[in-house]
């Protein structure tokens, strides 16, 4: 019992910490960092505070007038699936539990701003170096990349361990001295 009451604890603390940096820092930079498209500079050119609405998903994916629909609809349905992963995390999985937590988080704080504004979710985090730039981000897609990352070791892992077991069933092989 105490197992699930730490799994819980892990993954709900987690998820609500990325909500909440995650629309304080959108907040913020909605505040102060008008104009649309304006870069301001953090560290050189290099990493830049840009604010940008994106109708779209991750890296400005857009399905046309509908966009907002469909990748709100599309995060409704991860969120389900990721309820179920975590549902059949063991209470040991620990890793599992975190990773599911910030995929989760971020998952939420950019299905809020899809609710919220029809302009799209708010990014304003902008690397890289003069015209090659990463696509501008925020915090959601930070913790979800990151809780991708972790989730897929986290499955991996699980699979290399499960491979010696079931390469030691005993497959059925028939004798070349008798008949079939």
Known sequence: MERSRRKQLTFWSLAAVVVCLDACTKAIAVERLPPVHVPRE???DFIRFTLVYNPGAAFGLNVGPYSRWVFLVLTIVALFIL?????????????????LGLVCGGAVGNLLDRIRSASGVVDFLDVG????????????DIAVSIGAFLLAWSLWGEEETSV????????????PGQGT
């Open 129 to 140: 170096v003069g015209g090659w730039r990463w696509p501008t981000f925020n915090v959601a």
């Open 42 to 44: 953090v560290f050189g």
């Open 83 to 99: 309820s179920r992963l975590y549902r059949a995390a063991h209470p040991n999985d620990t890793l599992r539990t975190i990773a």
């Open 164 to 175: 010696p077991a079931a390469a030691q069933v005993p497959v059925p092989t028939t004798n």
